[in-house]
Nanobody, 114 residues
Framework: QVQLVESGGGLVQPGESLRLSCRAS????????MSWYRQAPGKEREWVGS????????KYADSVKGRFTIARDNRRNTLYLQMNNLKFEDTAMYYC???????WGQGTQVTVSS
């Protein structure tokens, strides 16, 4: 069955970095565009960014542009989110999502706190 398993979240201070990973299985990873979303407490889930099947095109929400970078390794069936210069407002549960098939991971928590 389709599985997306996120990892790499944690507690960091403002200005620090984290790299999230999303390991995919149960489908043909390289054939699916992939995305990251996040959901802060009391807020709706929001789109963070997306990457095409071959990784050639990446798009980001304005709130993370210039600080976050999406990447993928199709040989390892893994999606990444490099997050630099983290801010308090980046605190959220982060989810990866596959387009084909439409599926979500269980999320990994990122907390930015001093």
């Amino acid at each position: 069955q389709v599985q997306l398993v996120e990892s790499g979240g944690g507690l960091v201070q403002p200005g620090e970095s984290l790299r999230l990973s999303c390991r995919a299985s149960g489908f043909t990873f390289w054939r699916s565009p992939m995305s990251w979303y996040r959901q802060a407490p009391g807020k709706e889930r929001e789109w963070v960014g997306s990457i095409t099947m071959d990784g050639g095109v990446k798009k980001y929400a304005d709130s993370v542009k210039g600080r976050f970078t999406i990447a993928r390794d199709n040989r390892r069936n893994t999606l990444y989110l490099q997050m630099n210069n983290l801010k308090f407002e980046d605190t959220a549960m982060y989810y990866c999502k596959s387009n084909t098939p439409d599926s979500w991971g269980q999320g990994t928590q990122v907390t930015v706190s001093s």
